[in-house]
């Protein structure tokens, strides 16, 4: 017998349909891919994967060959490409694999021409962003070689009218490499504009209800809605204090209920007296700290009792601005204490 859990997340597969389909069109007449890496953001790779695939979706990317392992083989007609392409310990597996590594350096290029001559890869250039890729100065490494996709990556795109999105896009035009296609855009770059689409879109945050970019504001459909269960509900008196260090005290007698959430499932600090959560309508604002496995919140607004379930506000760009936390912390930040269904 499987006790209960007192933590639930509700992860909605139409929703996240919805978003890939959005983007799929804006994308259009480029191909729409799925940035899955990180277990497609915290939401779960495989059942993201399977559903995505389901919509037409064909190009997958993950950041390393150990999430590769974990979700191959692939629907049929669906590829899995590896974003931080092979490390000297990927070889033997990478070889064996039909994912397609990203190789990011010449010296990528140079093991995998020697371990796979002639086999495809995709390349990843470097325009500005300096974390990935090969430098303009670097080119004369590719000659000869299999290439399907030439990649780049955009480091302002969530920043529409940043100049260096212009410049980007200029140095990946100006590239003079051959291959078959060409990819750009993540979420925000495909919201920036056909100018950024080129053959293939690698969006991710977008498809798990992050609102990337301000063009994609009220498009998105939530995917992640988080619940936690009520343990005790207690009256906090007027000029008492609660939770560790007693940062916040109650100028009038106030009703309280506490969660079974904490730090440990991802509600970080940061949602301390910032936080809130939703019940029958009303916003219950969180009261003091965050602690490890429990959270305070104002119940003035609602009847609860113990054992009753409350949503917790994971509405991605709202509980960002109040956290200050990234919309992509929020997702990937997520524990393993929940209960996960999937609709
Ligand atoms: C993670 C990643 C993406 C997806 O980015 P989002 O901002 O989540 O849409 C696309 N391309 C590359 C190279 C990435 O690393």
Known sequence: MQPPAPLRLTIDLDALAHNWRWFARASAPAACGAAVKADAYGVGAKAVVERLAAEGCRDFFVATWSEAAGLLPLPAGATLRILHGVLPDDLAFAVASDAIPMLVSAEQVARWRDAAPGRRCDVMVDTGMNRLGLGLDELAALDGLAIDTLHSHLACADEPGHPMNVRQLAAFRALDVPARQRSFANSAGVCEGAAYHFDLT????????????????????QVVRAEAQVVQTRTLKAGEAIGYNRTFAAKADTQVAILNLGYADGYLRAFSGVGQALAGGAALPVLGRVSMDLTAIDASGAALTEGDWVEVDFDLPRASAASGLSQYELLT???????????
Do not use: D, I, N
Not at 335 to 340: E, K, M, P, S, T
């Open 202 to 221: 690698r969006p991710g945050l977008g498809l798990y209800g992050g609102v990337p970019h301000p063009a994609a504001a009220g498009q998105l459909r």
């Open 333 to 343: 930040c997520l524990g393993a204490r929940y209960q996960r269904r999937y609709l």
